[in-house]
């Protein structure tokens, strides 16, 4: 009986035993079932998106992504194990395959135009960004090509991505290395944005600039070296480097300043950094180092930028050194002139209608010398030019004193002084006024600028200061002349009062902000001072100084700023009297455009260099500057005292 028992327990131990077995084998075959769907669900949606530029370096950095996503949830990384492990088992084509399948799953948001430039643009989508969330976004180049490896985490890539609503479209954009196109700082800046990349020079003391750097990434990683006792000696190395570089910089600011075997101190803080990049250290302390001193750099270059553009805005409106020398000079000799030289022996051409009278607003000697010299030179006929210049008080000894030493042919020139005619001082000169405006020519650019000339105050004592003449042309005295003249007297203007060059690319409704008013004719073109035929006769008719007045008062009170009254005024008093001359006569841009041709330039009567860069400043474009001293009487022993030749 008790060998009968001991077989029946054997029994039913063993039936008991192939139950359990069984039963462990329904568990584990109802985990697996659950795994290889989710398996699936993850290869098909949820894989870390790669893009390949060259399809070649992808298979080499599987073992990377596997390492570089072992810090998600435990699920997770069991699901991304089990699909490494599948994806080892796939050959390169497969893979390839891969790709371009997600790639086209992915066409809106990756446009196949887009996919392979070298300087490519990446747009993440909605689809795209729920899969990044968790894991960053590689970018693949091909090697040896710059920045080969990039790792962009949608989240964390900078301070201003940490606040982007990632289910908008994200536009990445990796520009040519110096590219400056797209920086719109002439709104802020005006035209000195323009002149600086013009003069823009290869960099001077690169040894400084270098030494700097290396400064700048030293203290950086110090902070973070110097909490690991472990890494004393590399704490203490960087220091001392740190010292030597600051005790450097407080003695030299050049290349040709530095001290000798400035390069030995250079390899050992090279030497020091490499050491201090192969230390584990907690990034985020090195990543808020280097912001904050981006920060600083960022504030400093900012701070130097609008120092550097209010430098040139006072360089541009101050007379240079040379030309008050030149001023000065004049007036004092003008005194030790006698009278028998400095009286005029023509003054009955000075009101003879029958010649061809010039005006010319300007207080500076140079300008107008050169405007009416080069008008000379090229008359057929200089006996019958009579130039008559108009400048200040301060300005009027030196002036009459310079055009009685200096002869142009045969025509005569008279010096009038206009605050004899109770003219505010210094609003004698032509308005120069930078507009800027909503641009409808071109649709990528938002904003379009502007530089338009126009009449002064004093202008508008023409027919007053000349009552017996008819018919004048009223030169700015920023203008060379490269034709004969003469056709100007005989142009039929229809009963226009104003004969002047129009500038299209500005239409009066586009500076209804500006001009503050609503009754004008919304399709009218701006002009442009510089040549100018005038009409007096048909100007007194029309009493057009007197609406000019009216309107300045209605400015004035509209908007309680006097700053460029006249310029508003101007446009509206002419804006149904002007005649437009032929665009042959007229070329403007000169003192801020780069952009014109010198072939093209010839075909022009007249060159007006208005903008910030006149041609007798040393901000002037180089280019267009020989235009302009070829016409400067160089022979005065006065421009040499004053060091006025370049």
């Not at 338009?452 to 202008?459: D, E, I, K, N």
């Not at 503050?516 to 048909?538: E, H, K, P, Q, Y």
């Amino acid at each position: 009986m008790k060998g009968g028992g001991a077989n029946g327990v054997a029994a039913t131990k063993r039936r008991w035993k192939g139950f359990v077995i069984a039963v462990m084998g329904l568990v584990i075959l109802s985990m697996l079932v659950p795994l290889v769907f989710l398996l699936g669900f993850h290869n098909a949606f949820h894989s870390p998106v790669t893009l390949s530029l060259s399809g070649s370096d992808f298979p080499s950095q599987q073992q990377h992504d596997s390492s570089s996503s072992s810090s998600q949830h435990d699920s997770d990384s069991v699901a991304l194990g089990a699909y490494q492990s599948h994806n080892h088992t796939m050959d390169q084509h497969d893979e390839t395959r891969h790709i371009e399948d997600l790639i086209e799953r992915l066409a809106p948001a990756l446009p196949k135009e887009r996919v392979g430039k070298q300087d490519h643009e990446i747009f993440a989508q909605d689809g795209l960004n729920r899969s990044m969330t968790k894991a960053p976004m590689h970018v693949y180049q091909p090697k040896g090509s710059p920045g080969h490896r990039v790792e962009t985490n949608v989240r964390e890539a900078s301070p201003e991505r940490k606040n982007v609503n990632i289910s908008k479209p994200i536009e990445v954009r990796q520009l040519a290395k110096g590219d400056e196109s797209e920086i719109p700082c002439e709104l802020r800046f005006g035209s000195y944005c323009i002149w600086r990349r013009e003069h823009k020079e290869d960099m001077m003391d690169s040894m400084v600039k270098k030494l700097k750097d290396r400064l700048f990434v030293a203290r950086a990683y110090f902070p973070s070296i110097a909490k690991l006792p472990v890494h004393e000696n590399l704490s203490r190395e960087l220091k001392q480097n740190i010292q030597d570089f600051e005790r450097i910089f407080s003695e030299a600011s050049t290349d040709a300043d530095l001290p000798p075997h400035v390069e030995d101190k250079l390899r050992k803080m090279e030497t020091a950094i490499a050491r201090a990049k192969s230390v584990p250290v907690d990034c985020n302390n090195v990543d808020k180092k280097f912001r904050q001193l981006v920060d600083l750099t960022e504030d400093e270059a900012n701070f130097h930028t609008k120092q550097s553009a209010f430098l040139y805005q006072l360089a541009v409106q101050t007379m240079p050194k040379s030309l008050h020398c030149l001023s000065m000079r004049l007036t004092v000799e003008y005194f030790h002139t006698s009278s028998e030289v400095l009286e005029d022996s023509v003054t009955e051409k000075y009101v003879d209608p029958k010649l061809y009278h010039y005006v010319i607003f300007s207080n500076n000697i140079l300008a107008s010398s050169v405007a009416i010299n080069s008008t000379v030179v090229h008359a057929k006929e200089s006996s019958k030019l009579v130039f008559h210049v108009l400048t200040d008080r301060q300005n009027f000894y030196a002036m009459k004193l310079w055009f009685v030493r200096n002869m142009f042919k045969k025509a005569s020139i008279q010096v009038l002084n206009i605050e004899e005619y109770n003219i505010i001082p210094g609003s004698s000169l032509p308005e120069e006024s930078r507009i800027t405006f909503q641009s409808h020519k071109f649709p990528k650019m938002h904003y379009e600028t502007q530089y338009v000339s126009l009449f002064s105050h004093a202008h508008y004592f023409l027919p007053e200061i000349f009552k017996i003449l008819d018919k004048i042309v009223v030169l700015d005295d920023d203008v060379v002349v490269q034709q004969d003249l003469s056709a100007l007297w005989r142009i039929n203007m229809g009963g226009m009062v104003n004969g002047a060059a129009e500038n299209c690319a500005v239409r009066l409704g586009q500076l209804e902000n500006y001009l503050g008013r609503t009754n004008f004719n919304r399709n009218s073109c701006a002009w442009m001072s510089g040549l100018n035929v005038i009409d007096l006769a048909r100007w007194r008719d029309l009493n057009l100084t007197g609406i000019f007045r009216r309107m300045v008062e209605e400015l004035t009170m509209k908007s309680r700023q006097h700053e460029a009254t006249a310029s508003k005024a101007s446009l509206l008093t002419f804006q149904d009297q002007v005649y437009a001359l032929d665009d042959t006569w007229v070329l403007s841009g000169l003192g801020h455009d780069y952009g014109l041709n010198l072939q093209f330039i010839k075909n022009f009567a007249v060159l007006h260099y208005n903008g910030n860069m006149k041609p007798w400043l040393e901000l002037g474009i180089p280019k267009y500057r020989s235009l302009w001293f070829k016409f400067l009487n160089r022979e005065d022993q006065f421009l040499s005292d004053c060091n006025v030749i370049p």
